[in-house]
């Protein structure tokens, strides 16, 4: 699927497996998802650039590798995105955090921009858009749209759960945009929910089921 990728590594399948149990409470949901998130910003951050620094050990003096080039910022999107910035805020301390908000008009199933807040550098930072479910890819495709209206120019989307129809609209909406996923799911059923699925990742995040 050219520039998506499943993270399927063991400890992702074994945490997805959790969280789509629906017997799985919202306070241990909530902190499988924050490691899911944690997993995936490992694998997803590990083509950022290294640069030479000169150091000096207990022992010498030596040259060693830190992170170099475009900074980081997270940008969820609102609520469920939420979900998943602590996780990937531990590994990467430094990023900032963007907030945008998509909501799916339940008639037209269209995606609705209402909320956007970002850092003001979005055009330096490599950008990490975060949503639990890639479903239909309206509301990772507007989210991308009003990233890219304001200036972004580098952007990958990582999600927890997504669907061939999902990827195909995202890709084809946004080719230059990688997409990551810990679990490629089968397909829609009738209402956009994903099949197998885990729900509806905001209701099991926040209670509100």
Do not use: W
């Not at 640069?51 to 022992?59: A, F, G, L, R, S």
């Not at 590994?91 to 945008?100: C, D, F, M, S, T």
């Not at 998509?102 to 858009?129: C, H």
């Not at 061939?164 to 829609?188: C, F, M, S, W």
């Amino acid at each position: 699927m050219g520039n998506f990728q499943v993270i399927d590594h063991p400890l992702i399948q074994h945490k997805i497996t959790i969280l789509r149990d629906k017997r799985t409470g919202t306070k241990y949901f909530r902190e499988v998802v924050n490691e899911v998130a944690r997993l995936l910003a490992y694998e997803v951050s590990r083509d950022m650039p290294l640069e030479d620094v000169e150091i000096e050990t207990p022992i010498v003096k030596s040259i060693q590798k830190q992170l170099s080039g475009k900074k980081v910022a997270i940008i969820p999107i609102l609520r469920a995105g939420l979900g998943m910035v602590d996780g990937m805020l531990d590994l990467i301390p430094a990023a900032k955090v963007g907030h945008v908000g998509i909501y799916r008009d339940p008639e037209t199933l269209e995606a609705v921009e209402y909320f956007v807040k970002l850092p003001s550098d979005i055009n330096e930072r490599q950008l990490l858009v975060v949503d639990p479910m890639l479903a239909t890819g309206a509301s990772a495709i507007a989210a991308i749209d009003a990233l890219k209206k304001r200036g972004a120019t580098s952007i990958k989307f990582v999600c927890l759960v997504a669907v061939p129809e999902g990827v195909e609209a995202l890709q084809t909406a946004h080719p230059d945009v990688d997409i990551y996923a810990a679990a490629l799911d089968e397909k829609l059923n009738e209402d956009a929910y994903i099949v197998p699925g885990l729900g509806d990742a905001g209701d099991r995040l926040f209670g509100t089921l």
